[in-house]
């Protein structure tokens, strides 16, 4: 079995590609980022010429592509509108457009990568969310993502593509770039052990809930999706944990394997322009499908971000 990642070299890029070549699947990928072409397996391929990603799709004929290349933070999105969405959606719309019009189009199998920020402010009574609700995208980032879950819908029914569409919610673990909750809280941490930096950590909003997963049961999660044989295409699928944890627990715990004596102080220039007190979602339709559910406990995955990050 042969599979494509699209942006390799990313977060959840790098997590997937380690569980795929643990399960015996011969990998490549695309990458924007020309210091890794030397591995033979990864090209240098930033979405922006169809004609480029058919003679790639032609070259490797994968069976399975997991397109994660994109622009995933919603702060930046603010800031990078028009970017964040030619990332998202048009570099999406040349990756189907290319697949449909390549030797593969009748048998490759595709997840397109979406976000719970699909979603945006939902009414307290309809917690957990599920694939059911209407969309309500309340930043750029989440309508950007949103516009992908339509055109991956459109794809398999006019085309036949067999495509999925996921909603994957807070996603953490070792490796993730800073501009997130748990690597900002951990990087600031480490700089205080290192003492580096004053024993004061600048935080965002605390009191937010939010529904998280390691990262490494998130890519098993899109890996069961592809390889189940009763896979319906053209469905979006929910991957979340279902548990909503407040971000002040996360710090908490974070402070805690940690031991020095910290500071917490409230940063105006973190807190998001909207917000969402309770963010929680319902992982029921996957884990009916592929028997999927999240293995890995908080506290280990935070435990290993504070390695990763102190050894880094």
């Keep these: 079995m042969r599979a494509l990642i699209t942006g390799i ?32 397996n990864i090209f240098t391929n930033n979405l922006s010429s169809e004609q480029n990603i058919i003679n790639l799709l032609d070259e490797i004929q994968p069976d399975h592509i ?44 595709i997840v397109t990568i979406g976000s719970s920020e699909e979603y945006g402010r939902v009414n307290d009574m309809t917690l ?56 900002d809280f951990t990087s600031q941490i480490v700089n205080i052990e290192k003492g580096i930096a004053n024993n004061i950590i600048r935080v965002g909003n605390l009191g937010a809930q939010r529904d998280f997963t390691d990262v490494r049961d998130i890519v098993r999660a899109y890996y069961l999706l592809l390889t189940t044989a009763t896979t319906t295409y053209g469905e979006i699928y929910n991957v979340c944990s279902g548990v909503p944890i407040t971000i002040e627990s996360i710090l908490e715990k974070l402070l805690a394997f940690s031991h020095q004596q910290i500071e917490v102080i409230v940063d105006p220039n973190k807190l998001r322009p ?11 339709k996957i884990h009916q499908l592929t028997g999927w559910k999240p293995e890995i406990a908080i506290d280990t995955t935070l435990e290993d971000v504070l390695e990763f990050i102190r050894k880094k």
């Design 66 to 109: 997991y397109h994660l290349a994109g622009q995933s933070n919603v702060k930046d999105s603010w800031d990078s509108k028009v970017s964040t969405f030619h990332t998202n959606v048009n570099l999406t719309i040349n990756l189907l457009e290319a697949v449909r019009k390549s030797k593969v189009s009748d048998k490759v199998r």
């Design 274 to 284: 909207i917000d969402i007190p309770l963010y929680i979602g319902t992982n029921n």
């Design 128 to 183: 957990p969310i599920d694939e059911t609700v209407s969309l309500k995208p309340t930043n750029p980032y989440g309508i950007s993502k949103a516009s992908v879950s339509y055109f991956a819908k459109q794809y398999y029914e006019a085309y036949g593509l067999k495509v999925v569409h996921v909603r994957p919610f807070n996603h953490i673990g070792p490796g993730q770039k800073l501009g997130f909750v748990v690597t």
């Design 9 to 40: 070299s990313g977060f959840v890029g790098k997590h997937l590609a380690n569980y795929l070549l643990s399960q015996g699947v011969e990998v490549f990928g695309t990458t924007s980022q020309g210091s890794l072409s030397m591995d033979p």
